[in-house]
């Protein structure tokens, strides 16, 4: 079920012109969500898929990538077909994912071109973000999936204050450069799109900047 298309951008897919795909529905509910209307799988979908195809045979030749965000795209069981259908017409394919169905991810691996994969925390404070029990181990296993897919990825994490502390984000990148990750990025809360009002206000900019030396060092290939 896709919940939005936004027809060009220069951020979702590095070094490439993308498509951006918003799959509807999470099985998570971080506090900070910035798609938060996405979450919920009972949405109506806003666009056919068939819409998008005729979108998409229009721009071959100006875009280089379709990227499937969301929500969680691995939630739609239809998404190894539509990856297929993008391949097909001659696109890059690009996935945003949490990594909450390991599975389902390692069956589309194969299809993928390059995949960021959301880190929400250390691994055994997951449910403090997600409110999803469960989930640091699913990530945990997804992870591991990326890396040993030899598919392009990169790791990140977005950091608020009353969520994530500087600690915790070291304590983090550091379990990550155990498992063998090589890229990863702490990027800061955003508030467009955020229905917590409790989390509105409060910026992790200096939090965020007093850590980067140490994760730029952790993870010299991530620049
Ligand atoms: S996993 Fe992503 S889409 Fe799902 S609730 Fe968390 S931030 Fe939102």
Redesign the pocket.
């Known amino acids: 079920m896709i919940g939005g298309l936004t027809p060009l951008s220069t951020s979702d897919y590095p070094g490439h012109l993308s498509a951006v795909v918003f799959c509807q529905g999470?099985?998570?509910?971080?506090g900070?969500?910035?798609?938060?209307h996405?979450?919920e799988s009972s949405a109506s979908p806003n666009l056919k898929w068939r819409t998008v195809l005729d979108f998409l045979e229009r721009r071959i030749g100006l875009l280089d990538a379709v990227v499937f965000s969301?929500?969680?795209p691995t939630l739609q069981r239809t998404l190894p077909g539509a990856m297929k259908a993008v391949r097909a017409m001659g696109f890059r394919v690009g996935l945003h994912t949490?990594g909450?169905y390991p599975q389902r991810l390692a069956s589309v691996l194969p299809l993928i071109d390059w995949i960021g994969l959301?880190i929400?925390a250390p691994f055994d404070a997951y449910e403090s973000?997600?409110n999803a029990p469960g989930s640091g181990s699913r990530a945990k296993s997804s992870a591991r999936l990326v890396m040993e897919s030899g598919v392009d990825y990169e790791f990140r994490t977005?950091m608020h204050p009353t969520r994530l502390d500087g600690a915790k984000i070291l304590t983090l990148a550091k379990e990550l450069v155990e498992m063998g990750a090589k890229r990863y990025r702490v990027q800061e809360f955003r508030p467009k799109g955020c229905l917590d009002e409790t989390l509105l206000g409060r910026a992790a900019t200096s939090t965020t900047e007093a850590i980067s030396e140490e994760i730029n060092a952790l993870f010299p290939n991530s620049n």
């Open positions: 999470c099985p998570w509910r971080c900070y969500c910035q798609n938060a996405l979450v969301g929500g969680e949490s909450a959301d929400k973000v997600t977005t």
